[in-house]
């Protein structure tokens, strides 16, 4: 049973480029959380996804991010021109279907670590 | 001031010693996680606890809702406990995963 599966771990774009990560929730799980670690700073929560419906984006940028959870496929994090700033470790987190509130917790994916250059 | 902060931020423990490490909220709460991020990066999560105490072999996490507190132990710590633990809150009325993270504690459990 493969945990919450992240790819690629290392990607490094060029200023301007677009980068795609992908996560891929623990089997059995439909809900799908995007964090972002900048460095030397401590987590921050970006998105919440269920399959096709993103429920709380309020931790997403406003402009060149988006996120999406197809019915068929991995979660989608996708950041369009993307700057130095953006530099840092993307985490995905998954959970059963209310999981998260009644005391299943979360399981992590290893991250994709972005560099921009 | 951050709404979650941790202390201490570095602790440095000899092997077998006994470890605590503080979590203080101001936020109303549903839910307070304990997470380990081991030095390759990964992300474990220890403890999910809305009241009580929780024990998971050498693992003791505790709140104390009235107080706006928690506190992760560690009994007989082992150079494997090496790592940086992160205590995130979930805000009450927000969404799922919609979590408040503190900026970790770095472990150093030396043999």
């Known amino acids: 049973n493969a945990g919450v599966m992240q790819n690629p771990r290392h990607l490094v774009r060029r200023r301007g480029q677009e980068a795609r990560l992908r996560c891929s929730p623990m089997?059995?799980?439909?809900?799908v959380y995007w964090y972002r670690q900048l460095p030397e700073e401590g987590l921050k929560f970006m998105v919440y996804?269920?399959?096709?419906?993103?429920?709380?984006e309020s931790g997403m940028p406003k402009e060149r991010f988006s996120a999406e959870f197809p019915k068929e496929g991995p979660s989608i994090l996708r950041i369009q021109q993307v700057v130095r700033g953006d530099s840092a470790a993307y985490f995905c987190?998954?959970?059963?279907?209310?999981?998260?509130?009644?005391?299943?917790?979360?399981?992590f994916g290893s991250g994709t670590r972005l560099t921009v250059v | 001031k951050n709404e979650v902060e941790q202390s201490p931020q570095n602790l440095t423990a000899q092997e077998g010693e006994f470890i605590t490490i503080n979590c203080s909220y101001s936020?109303?709460?549903?839910?307070l996680h304990w997470l380990q991020q081991h030095p390759g990066g990964g992300i474990v999560s220890l403890f999910m606890?809305?009241?009580g105490k929780k024990k998971h072999g050498r693992l003791i996490a505790t709140i104390n809702i009235q107080e706006k507190h928690s506190s992760l132990h560690i009994t007989a710590s082992h150079p494997r406990d090496s790592a940086v633990y992160i205590c995130?809150?979930?805000?009450?009325?927000?969404?799922?995963?919609?979590?408040?993270f503190g900026k970790g504690t770095k472990l150093s459990v030396k043999p």
């Open positions: 987190a998954s959970s059963p279907s209310q999981g998260a509130l009644i005391g299943y917790g979360y399981t």
């Open positions: 996804l269920q399959k096709e419906n993103i429920i709380d």
């Open positions: 606890l809305s009241s």
């Open positions: 936020v109303g709460i549903s839910a």
């Open positions: 089997k059995g799980h439909s809900h």
């Open positions: 995130a809150a979930a805000n009450y009325g927000g969404s799922q995963g919609n979590l408040i």
